[in-house]
T-cell receptor, first 116, second 111 residues
Framework: AQSVTQLGSHVSVSEGALVLLRCNYS??????LFWYVQYPNQGLQLLLK??????LVKGINGFEAEFKKSETSFHLTKPSAHMSDAAEYFC??????????????FGQGTILTVHP | DAGITQSPRHKVTETGTPVTLRCHQT?????MYWYRQDPGHGLRLIHY???????DKGEVSDGYSVSRSKTEDFLLTLESATSSQTSVYFC??????????FGPGTRLTVL
């Protein structure tokens, strides 16, 4: 069984500060890992994903995440926060094979607030 | 939203009534999924489909059924709605079971 834990349901940063959103996962097989962003009253938009290959992945809007197998982590970072980054962020994991059919297991979400 | 629409976008209904939510895609993707989103729980998988007439249960399938009679449509039915099914429902699609793309959501309130 897979699970995802996002550390911190709320994170607050100042504009221009580093954004760090933490995600740890458990999976019995090599995972695919995802970060999605949800703006108020909207659906989820894919920020970035890790499947295979390079462990540092870059996404949209200046975000990046690093897959660390030894730490079972996939933390999301952005060097300098913008006001427009305020949203809820979800980390998700899926099995890479078998009969999983790409089913996603999501973390609880982290609400990012950006102060002027 | 990758050619995904959900209808209705908002619905208020009463306990015990049947409700059907529709997800329609124009991408010809094989895989379709229904999730519900509740505060503190993230999104949880209700049912999914891996082809026409091929469906299976997710982690929170009790009280829900689905049907997929053609590639573009995936229906979620609450046979007898309960207040615990008040939620925001999201449909997602995927071409290769790799990356999922989400619809705009349906906000359902069961009184």
């Amino acid at each position: 069984a897979q699970s995802v834990t996002q550390l911190g349901s709320h994170v607050s940063v100042s504009e221009g500060a580093l954004v760090l959103l933490r995600c740890n996962y458990s999976s019995s097989v090599p995972p695919y890992l995802f970060w999605y962003v949800q703006y108020p009253n909207q659906g989820l938009q894919l920020l970035l994903k890790y499947t295979t290959g390079a462990t540092l992945v870059k996404g949209i809007n200046g975000f990046e995440a690093e897959f660390k197998k030894s730490e079972t982590s996939f933390h999301l970072t952005k060097p300098s926060a913008h006001m427009s980054d305020a949203a809820e962020y979800f980390c998700a994991v899926s099995d890479t094979g078998g009969t999983s059919y790409g089913k996603l297991t999501f973390g609880q979400g982290t609400i990012l607030t950006v102060h002027p | 939203d990758a050619g995904i629409t959900q209808s209705p976008r908002h619905k208020v209904t009463e306990t015990g009534t049947p409700v059907t939510l529709r997800c329609h895609q124009t991408e010809n993707h094989r895989y379709m999924y229904w999730y519900r989103q509740d505060p503190g729980h993230g999104l949880r998988l209700i049912h999914y489909s891996y082809g026409v007439k091929d469906t299976d249960k997710g982690e929170v399938s009790d009280g829900y059924s689905v049907s997929r009679s053609k590639t573009e449509d995936f229906l979620l039915t609450l046979e007898s709605a309960t207040s615990s099914q008040t939620s925001v429902y999201f449909c997602a699609i995927s071409d290769n079971a790799d990356t999922q793309y989400f619809g705009p959501g349906t906000r359902l309130t069961v009184l």
